[in-house]
């Protein structure tokens, strides 16, 4: 490494080390004034169990982080596995001072219809786990919850990584490491918690013509949310080289691991019993086994769908549709999870599978260049998924006599995220590229971002030095 | 693909796809008809903890699936990887529709001593979590449990899905990708409720002699059950091509990737603290606890007992004997971990250990093929764990001054589950066979199945198509 | 193998099998005659839940073992792959019989301020989950936690696993296989509950200066005692062949396999959430929420400092530094965890993120050999976690305004417990070496160990044996 590479590197990191370094450094001076302690709670069986309940499923969430990390790396090239593991691997850890810092007060905090404006940094008076009218404090958004405030950050905060993560996989094998990093901090720290206190957080979409936009665990908050920054990042970036022949046709270029995807194929299945059933957030018995139930039975139908209509489709039952016909049933459930029938999981689940399908077609088509087909699961089913609570809720789906005023609300919400998300992932995508520079050049996409900006191989050959042969008398 | 071939996909992938619809579609009008709303229950904190343990321990046993795919392609080659990592991602997706529409019904659901007749789809009238008088439904037999149907459902699938993971083993590498499935979805449709339903359905062996065949958490009903499955398939399919040499010798086919198999391992080891202590189905920290050290210390001892006595054996501690040692003492102990001592698991545990190393060694003798041990794992000490019961039960056991009853008992349920499960079994496996073929050919077992059957290979050199070359200018 | 070559091996495994035998014998004699139920106790609410949390987070922290395994096998060299997953697989099961047979009284047993006395092989009188005054039996020390006998060995069980398993990844690559488990064995049995009894078994740290010396869930207790006995193990082994050039370079010898490490880095992570706040014992709510927050933050600190600081100190963000700074992050916010604010948790990670970085580079110039960072991760940021108690804990900490008296107590617990263990642990050593052998030849380990002493190759190419080609008709 030349000496005007390492002035450059200096350059770059100085950006994020004074953000990261203005972060805590607010938070310190945030928390000390405000104090952080829990408030004096109910320290009643109810609560107990409840909380028991929030934070094992929040485990479970919190393991979809190795998921996400498997499946990207192994649907994508080896020369680019140390960069993706580590963009996995820091993307949470990023998200938890983004989230501590601002994203759970603007999600949760006291404010407006548009965003939260109090308790940053934890700092907000509370005094969980009181609820109702027995709750004071300036997180009255989620004081629905009975439990401590720390197990509500501690579930939220990993709902959130987890739309961050998605981003990941669409941009992989051509993005600055240190750019995904950023704008992973701004998704968190700015945009996905707005349009979550749109929905979530006591917002304008949680109160719509008599109704409310229904997203149970997050088909839109966390995955369309995710899918569209993604899709923002597609286009600004564009594909990989090689990826689209000059001549309209499409390479593919296979993922170096299908062992790797698929045991992060299904750590992320066994993370949804975490996700939907866990945003219940209270231990009950009757709507979680139900939940994990229907999530069952999408991803199951998820599976199928999409290996059987790969087999008519493409002539072989392509592993990683089969992988990501199970997440599109696992996404495409996630909204309406609590509210529809076993059967109506089923119906959502094989459409998923056969959905995710033709989007991974489709967007090769329109050259959109997604590695793991990140927007075909995540953007795709999160927007089937939401428009399905419309259509099966047992109480308000169009299939079951409720009219369509709820798909109507669905529809609305999902276009103002999708409006919303996609401008502010434009502004952040900009703001990212001015800073750091979005995309590595053709030779360090070439030779591989391992070697290019890791300095590590992720597989190396067993090294032997010279030593070993003095040693051996050689 | 030339012409034939697809019209040959396509034939055959239609069977599959027909039996979907059929499943599907009957859910559709079972459910519609039924209403499949859970009825109202008890509320109380003691359905609370219990559901959510049942849950949790669910969630475990669902993540052994990840635990047997990565011990199955591990143990075998790399041509073969995606056809065992898809034979595994899939097989519990289809085990979802199957137990769905007849597996628990016929398991649980009210009938006769050889199966249950009503319930299917979950479309039988149920109360739960009311238990034992106050219980109304179609689902006697497991109305002691007091959790949510659609919680007894949801632990009692995970299990289902075990038993067929474990054929998968047992005829890798040579076996039809679609006969595999079809055959699963056979086994828990039909096959595994049945004898099921004859031990914890309420049938003839849960009340034989004045006392009841013991299997707490299912050595026979899930591992022999898988087992003796597998072994009509290792007989119906033959070895490997060069296995076993013309002049009796054995070659050693050693599997690609030991990392992945030990990781398997220890993730099913993980999942059994949700198989064997879940099985209270009910939070009972003294049993819980009690079945958790147990199943613990037969592990222990059979990974002691394993690599030591391979390392006598064989000259070598052997990691893949290490791992099937591990795998044995668990399963050996499941049938009896809540009723046993520690030092009765230890024995128990120990001696699984041994067994297995001599059963791998007998098998391959006798020229039956198990790539990965799973009938020296599954099958051997399922019956070992079975008879333990009547040899270490602290209230009935031999050894314990309990007499010879339950032993003999332990042994008429063996020998009736073992002459159920191999006689329906091979009429399964000729279905199979006439329906879509079970072996694949000599020259696609040759290149291997993953470039034969699957279109796509596991571990891809990284690609670079020409269009790089045009874009670095070359 | 040559005949003297089994005979040797045939010498040297009879002392471990002796060993093994004499633990179980002398297991069957003590339970027989003291007997082993667990005595009748309270059945309430509490109880179930608290053993319920006691359990589950203890499979967590069982976890860890794929996690540490995953963790050194990628960080070491292919060649010794099956040596590294054989270690990490059969040290639990050695740890569950160590800890059963002499560990579990010697630390929690009732005895003197030195060690525990009574209750060998779970052995002890025993009425849990009675607490305070209503407990009598033999392990007073732990009957504080309100839950059943079995619960409490299991958790401890699983906590004294991870001790041994820290030394592994130390003394990787030229260890003998024996040898380690020898250690391993004694260690558990024998080292580790000795000090872990001055501290959490009643013992004379748990009374010192009219404070206790605080180790809420291990940092000294666990990780630095870990790496004590690590550091002995280096410094008796030395590097490794070829790491530490004659004239004072040091070579990177790069691990083989990123993707596995990084996906143990994240079990680790994921196990943790068992191992800090399953250190309640309790299903307490508000502190379980609160010591999962602050586990986190300071894991996510640790990450990033880490990836920061080394990308200033070496140029490049590198990844094995990244997942040995969140282990160091956990390892220090482990002692401290529950008394901690988010913002103490921040700077303790963040510290413990430069100091791996720094320590790391240390030991390098030390020439002492530690191929994956433990001595970094487990012995200077446990010393440096359980220091940070003084400073940060809200109540007792210098910082605010607790006084030195907290951090002198810290201090002498940290020198006392390094006394101990470094000495203990050379007897150990040399006891090990004089039995069994430390090192394996120069040949051994330039070959590899798998080679040498497995007999099994973690990766083989796939086989073809000429069968094939008969069967192919070629």
């Not at 929030?54 to 080896?78: P, Y």
């Not at 905060?157 to 669409?170: M, N």
């Given at each position: 490494m030349n000496r005007l590479h390492v002035i450059e590197i200096g350059f770059q990191w100085r950006g994020l080390a004074l953000l990261t370094a203005?972060?805590?450094?607010?938070?310190?001076?945030?928390?000390?004034?405000?104090?952080?302690?829990?408030?004096?709670?109910?320290?009643?069986?109810?609560?107990?169990?409840?909380?028991?309940?929030?934070?094992?499923?929040?485990?479970?969430?919190?393991?979809?982080?190795?998921?996400?990390?498997?499946?990207?790396?192994?649907?994508?090239?080896?020369?680019?596995?140390?960069?993706?593991?580590?963009?996995?691997?820091?993307?949470?850890a990023i998200a938890s001072l983004s989230f501590w810092g601002t994203g759970f007060a603007l999600m949760f905090g006291n404010g407006n219809s548009l965003f939260g404006l109090t308790g940053f940094f934890l700092g907000g008076a509370d005094n969980s786990p009181l609820t109702g009218d027995a709750y004071t404090g300036v997180y009255s958004a989620i004081s629905w919850a009975g439990v401590p405030l720390a197990a509500k950050f501690f579930f939220q905060?990993?709902?959130?990584?987890?739309?961050?993560?998605?981003?990941?996989?669409?941009v992989a094998e051509r993005i600055k490491f240190q750019a995904y990093i950023l704008f992973a901090a701004l998704l968190v720290a700015l945009m996905y918690p707005l349009t979550g206190h749109w929905i979530w957080g006591?917002?304008?979409?949680?109160?719509?013509?008599?109704?409310?936009?229904?997203?149970?665990?997050?088909?839109?908050?966390?995955?369309?949310?995710?899918?569209?920054?993604?899709?923002?990042?597609?286009?600004?970036l564009g594909p990989r080289m090689g990826k689209y022949g000059p001549d309209g046709t499409t390479n593919a270029i296979p993922g170096h691991n299908m062992a790797l995807a698929t045991l992060g194929g299904l750590i992320l299945w066994l993370g949804w019993y975490g996700f939907n059933p866990g945003s219940t957030m209270a231990a009950d018995g009757a709507a979680i086994s139900h939940i994990a139930v229907t999530t069952t039975m999408a991803a199951a139908t998820g599976v199928v769908a999409a290996m059987f209509y790969a087999w008519i489709r493409l002539g072989t039952p392509d592993l990683s549709m089969t992988i990501n016909g199970c997440l599109a049933g696992l996404v495409a459930v996630t909204a309406g999870c609590n509210g529809v029938s076993i059967t109506g999981s089923v119906i959502i689940g094989l459409i998923a599978g056969v959905l995710v399908v033709e989007a991974v077609l489709t967007f090769d088509k329109l050259r959109m260049d997604d590695p793991v087909g990140a927007l075909s699961v995540h953007l795709v089913n999160g927007i089937w998924g939401t428009l399905a609570v419309g259509l099966f809720n047992t109480e308000l789906g169009l299939f079951y006599g409720g009219g369509i005023q709820q798909l109507v609300v669905q529809g609305i919400g999902i276009v103002a995220v999708a409006a919303f998300t996609v401008t502010a992932s434009f502004i952040f995508w900009n703001v990212t590229k001015a800073v750091l520079g979005l995309r590595v050049t053709a030779e360090e996409e070439y030779v591989g971002l391992d070697q290019s900006e890791m300095g590590l191989e992720a597989y190396p050959v067993d090294a032997t030095t010279p030593e070993y042969k003095i040693a051996m008398g050689g």
């Open positions: 203005v972060v805590i450094g607010t938070g310190l001076v945030m928390t000390c004034a405000v104090g952080e302690e829990p408030a004096p709670g109910l320290n009643d069986t109810q609560v107990m169990i409840d909380t028991l309940w929030v934070m094992i499923a929040g485990f479970l969430v919190f393991f979809m982080n190795a998921g996400f990390a498997l499946v990207e790396t192994g649907f994508c090239r080896g020369k680019n596995a140390v960069n993706i593991l580590s963009k996995n691997f820091i993307v949470f905060l990993v709902f959130a990584g987890t739309a961050a993560t998605i981003v990941s996989g669409a006591g917002g304008w979409l949680s109160d719509l013509m008599d109704t409310a936009f229904l997203d149970f665990a997050g088909s839109t908050v966390v995955h369309s949310v995710g899918g569209w920054a993604a899709l923002a990042g597609v286009l600004m």
